[in-house]
């Protein structure tokens, strides 16, 4: 049996092949026990690096750019982008992979470059309606913020958002994700601390900077099933194919999105199956609009987002395409 290692910040001990796993939200792993399960079927046996660290292996899977010096052939999967994870944007970076998947069309050609799109656990919801949404609207993500200066960044339309239904329709909006319940902070030692500061004045309920929080989520689908509307927003936008989890998550529970982040999203998924941020001149308009649904055209929409689900056109963001875009490739480039 040949052995790869894969290279995931942040993971040991093949802890992301572990479904069980409590960190395993919303099948978070699924993908990877897809694509290990693949590649055994080629004869080749995946752990996480230090599993290998005393074997010899036949080629390393980095996922994003990882700083580590091997005598292996690598291969990239390039998950995040250059704005998140910025080694990803490092030209000199790149040269030492073979090949490199990526979502960014504005890279990919086919050879060296290879698309390959986020990975999903492809679920189709039934049309349910309002019967059993008696939540309006959410946003679910992170409060982070990127200390970059690049206007096509949407964290600060996050929190504009989230202002604006909090001063103006409160009832009809609910917050979650992780770190709410302190000030958007910058990543410096400066916002490191004062994260200190703030969450030890959370403990004493002294103060709430964002009144529409609710929590965390063990599953986003505890939130999105009971919701009509989420707000759904890429951490960047305008990047060609930069579509991730966030829009399936919301199809997945029957919840229609409204979407903002690639400029050619319609490229992959059916424009009426989103409402597109864009066409709005600013929140206060998007909301009219929402308010304004009928029922049935509500229902359009879950239902046109289910037949997207069960097309061909959305299988391409299925963890099994990708595993199979990802060991087709490597297996054709390293030979029997």
């Known amino acids: 049996m040949r052995k790869i290692s894969i290279r995931v910040s942040g993971f040991t001990n093949d802890e992301l092949f572990n479904l069980d796993n409590e960190n395993n939200r919303d099948n978070g792993y699924y993908s990877w026990v897809i694509l290990r399960n693949h590649f055994l079927e080629y004869g080749y046996e995946m752990h996480t690096a230090d599993v290998n660290q005393d074997c010899i292996v036949d080629f390393e899977l980095h996922v994003d750019v990882q700083n580590v010096e091997t005598h292996s052939p690598c291969y990239l999967y390039m998950m995040e982008s250059s704005q998140v994870w910025s080694p990803n944007g490092v030209v000199a970076n790149l040269a030492k992979y073979r090949k490199i998947f990526t979502w960014d069309d504005l890279l990919v050609d086919g050879k060296r470059f290879i698309k390959a799109n986020f990975p999903n656990l492809i679920n189709v919801h039934p049309a349910d309606g309002f019967l059993l949404r008696d939540r309006f609207c959410c946003l679910i993500a992170g409060n982070k913020i990127l200390d970059l200066h690049d206007e096509r960044i949407l964290y600060s339309e996050r929190i504009n958002t989230i202002r604006w239904f909090e001063q103006y329709a409160p009832i009809d909006f609910d917050l979650y994700g992780v770190d709410w319940d302190i000030p958007t902070l910058k990543a410096d030692i400066l916002g490191k601390i004062a ?10 309920n002294l103060y709430k900077p964002f009144p529409s929080y609710r ?10 099933t009971r919701t009509r509307f989420s707000i759904c927003y890429e951490n960047i936008r305008d990047i060609p194919g930069y579509i991730t989890e966030k829009i399936f998550d919301c199809f997945f ?6 979407y903002w982040g690639a400029n050619n999203v319609s490229d992959y998924i059916p424009n009426d199956c989103f409402i597109d941020r864009r ?3 600013n929140t206060q308009a998007l909301y009219e609009y929402l308010k304004r649904m009928p ?17 061909d ?24």
């Open 215 to 224: 929590g965390r989520l063990q599953h986003k689908s505890i939130a999105l």
């Open 279 to 281: 066409l709005f001149p």
């Open 295 to 311: 029922e049935d055209e509500f229902c359009a929409y879950q239902q046109r987002i289910a037949g997207f689900l069960r097309s």
């Open 313 to 336: 056109a959305a299988s391409q963001f299925s963890a099994q395409f990708l595993a199979k875009t990802i060991v087709n490739a490597i297996v054709d480039d390293i030979g029997p």
């Open 195 to 204: 994260r200190r500061f703030w969450r030890l004045m959370g403990k004493f």
């Open 253 to 258: 529970s029957g919840c229609v999105p409204v």
